[in-house]
């Protein structure tokens, strides 16, 4: 019997430990630099519309109109979905961490409004190697839910 609390109190104790390490701190290469968002790493967590390795990139999300609209299309969308925090908002740049419902493991999301009309895409995990698919579903599902407002 003592044993069984023990392993369940050793499966907590790491659960534990893990959801308050996942977070992370945000990476240093966030941002815009040189006109671009960052490469993505060589790992398969990250996709980005900039990206050179086809097994990374995605479609840009594309708008008509005025650029400033498109930026309050693109927050609202955002502020609609679960577990995110906007931590930057410019007039040129956006930058939201997602936190997963598990753990608490965040990805960085950010977007680019480069050419008019077009708005850069880049989704990382901060920690780990693999993803599942789960930054490209959420670039995905964000673009649909900001054509769907147009």
């Known amino acids: 019997m003592w044993k069984e609390k023990s392993v369940g109190r050793l499966i907590i104790m790491a659960a534990l430990a893990l959801s308050g390490c996942s977070g992370g701190r945000p990476p240093l290469n966030l941002g815009v630099t040189e006109g671009r968002l960052a490469p993505c ?3 398969p967590n990250c996709v980005s519309s900039q990206a ?3 097994n990374q990139r995605i479609e840009p999300l594309r708008y008509t ?3 400033a609209q498109a ?3 693109l927050l609202a969308v955002l502020n609609r979905m679960e577990r995110v925090q906007i931590r930057q908002a410019g007039p040129e740049y956006l ?3 997602f936190s997963s419902a598990w753990f608490g493991f ?3 999301v950010e977007f680019q409004f480069d ?3 077009v708005i850069q895409a880049r989704s990382a995990s901060r920690t780990g190697y693999y993803d599942f698919g789960v930054n490209r579903e959420r670039v995905n599902a964000i673009r649909a839910r900001f ?3 147009q």
């Open 65 to 67: 109109g005025d650029t």
């Open 115 to 117: 050419l008019p009309g």
């Open 71 to 73: 930026r309050n299309r």
């Open 147 to 149: 054509n769907a407002t």
């Open 95 to 97: 930058h939201a961490e």
């Open 106 to 108: 965040v990805d960085d």
């Open 41 to 43: 790493p060589d790992s």
């Open 52 to 54: 050179a390795h086809e």
